[in-house]
């Protein structure tokens, strides 16, 4: 059997056993989304458990004063933050802030994986919240998180080659791995986060293209457009993709007989998404 077909088995098996090994949703977007749920819960009890640390309390700040959230005033409590953006939207942003604290590793091979494979989330995330934004019933927020999230079992897989580096050193097969394995593992971390289905589907399904549905657009339409664009111009195999065969494109209402979206009025609000994460 060939290597890449041995550990393709082995991360299946593993996968439908329970003994992959899955990574853990940081404890503070655990408890904002258990306060959050509660519906007696207030902007103050948010803001305690945000509170408790101090880099993601800076950082939801000053997201709340950035040129896509900010009001009239300046804010500068987190209580305010709350206030102005609401309990499911900062629960949606802190969860997409504390992602990029996983995506960290202790082989310098890996990191570079990583690095890379975050860069790419941020800019489908940018992506997919601006086209969200044109479609109604989408929110922006969550499509954002979808984008953000959508390669996320990318994640136990670079996990597994910092143990084994025989994943490193054969030439293309992590690679292999990630494209083999990478939704369907990615499925299942954010079951086992209980995320809502969704967003689960938009990391299953997002690589998808054969994919039909009926009714209005919705995540993972949003999703596969942002993650096709986002390869344009790039070496990776999807950049070669038929967009005239991809539905996502009509879902959306976007003329899919063109090379790329046309988004040039909305490149600074993508900026302005992409700095929230760097």
């Not at 086992?192 to 289905?197: G, T």
Request: proline share 3%; with cysteine; aromatic share 4%.
């Amino acid at each position: 059997m060939q290597p890449e077909n041995v550990f393709v088995n082995e991360l299946i098996d593993d996968l439908e056993s329970g003994q992959l090994q899955l990574p853990t949703l940081p404890e503070v977007a655990l408890r904002v989304r258990d306060v959050v749920d509660d519906e007696k819960a207030n902007a103050h009890q948010i803001a305690n458990i945000i509170a408790q640390d101090a880099a993601l309390s800076a950082r939801l700040i000053q997201v709340a004063n950035s040129p896509l959230y900010r009001g009239r005033n300046e804010i500068d409590r987190l209580d305010m933050v709350v206030s102005r953006l609401g309990n499911k939207l900062v629960r949606n942003l802190v969860t997409s802030q504390v992602m990029k604290q996983m995506f960290q590793a202790t082989h310098d091979a890996v990191d570079t994986h990583l690095r890379a494979v975050w860069e790419h989330s941020v800019q489908v995330a940018a992506i997919s919240r601006v086209l969200a934004g044109q479609c109604a019933g989408i929110s922006a927020d969550q499509a954002m998180l979808a984008g953000l999230l959508h390669d996320i079992g990318t994640l136990p897989i670079l996990y597994r080659a910092e143990e084994r580096s025989e994943l490193l050193e054969t030439p293309g097969l992590l690679d292999h791995l990630i494209s083999t394995l990478h939704t369907r593992v990615g499925g299942a971390i954010l079951r086992h986060w209980a995320f809502p289905e969704a967003l689960v589907q938009a990391a299953e399904q997002h690589e998808d293209l054969t994919r039909r549905h009926e009714g209005g657009p919705d995540l993972v339409d949003v999703v596969q457009v942002a993650n096709l664009q986002s390869y344009m111009g790039s070496d990776h195999p999807l950049a070669t993709v038929d967009w005239t065969q991809v539905a996502a494109f009509q879902q959306l209402g976007l003329d899919n007989d063109v090379d790329e979206i046309e988004l040039t009025d909305r490149v600074e609000e993508i900026e302005e998404v992409q700095e929230l994460f760097h």
